[in-house]
Antibody
């Protein structure tokens, strides 16, 4: 399976960051996999943002929960991230990733996309 | 929330040498919920070892893990040129995934 992130590379402060992950060679609807967003910034290292299951079940990092929404669109084999009220601290490389299915470790990752928050 | 601490921050070694990387948890955790990743510059992390000692697909047996309780280690028995990278430990617990800050293994 391959994952590919897409979305704007520049977002203004206070606006909403929106990214989409397209899954190739597999199905977001298949099996017991959970589909996550993870970000990496120099200041905070790797930070798990949240995950979604194809049934729509979600779980978010408490530190971001008030600003995060993850959704899935099975017809397009995609899942998406929305992060509201962004600040410079949200500048990071954003990865989408898949867990192993029944095991909470990430065995497939997208290549990552840099999102910069700046006016 | 479990906090993972990794040491050293940087490990400078030569090819062929043995590398031992530490991951320390703020509370006792199960090795069944601990994993290690390798990340090279400009790439996404790659799963190396998960659970008690399972290697991910294609990972050579020079990579091994040990430890229990709060102290865990990743050992690379003989460093190959492609092993110079940053290594992260990751834990899952209480519906939360956390990562350590990483150890960089660079060429001496």
């Amino acid at each position: 399976v391959q994952l590919q992130e897409s979305g704007p590379g520049l977002v203004k402060p206070s606006e909403t960051l929106s990214l989409t992950c397209t899954v190739f060679g597999g199905s977001v609807s298949g099996g017991s996999h959970y589909w996550s967003w993870i970000r990496q910034s120099p200041g905070k290292g790797l930070e798990w943002i949240g995950y979604i299951h194809h049934t729509g079940s979600t779980n978010y990092n408490p530190s971001l929960k008030s600003r995060v929404t993850i959704s899935v669109e099975t017809s397009k084999n995609q899942f998406s991230l929305k992060l509201t009220s962004v600040t410079a601290a949200d500048t990071a490389v954003y990865y989408c990733a898949r867990d192993q299915g029944g095991s909470p470790f990430f065995d497939s990752w997208g290549q990552g996309t840099l999102v910069t928050v700046s006016s | 929330e479990i906090v993972l601490t990794q040491s050293p921050g940087t490990l400078s070694l030569s090819p062929g040498e043995r590398a031992t990387l530490s991951c320390k948890a703020s509370q006792t955790i199960s090795s069944s919920y601990l994993a290690w990743y390798q990340q090279k510059s400009g790439q996404a992390p790659r799963l190396l070892i998960y659970g008690a000692s399972s290697r991910a697909t294609g990972i050579p047996d020079r990579f091994s893990v040990s430890g229990s309780g709060t102290d865990f280690s990743l050992t690379i028995s003989r460093l190959e040129p492609e092993d110079f990278a940053v290594y992260y430990c990751q834990h899952y617990g209480s519906s939360l995934f956390t990562f350590g800050p990483g150890t960089k293994v660079d060429i001496k």
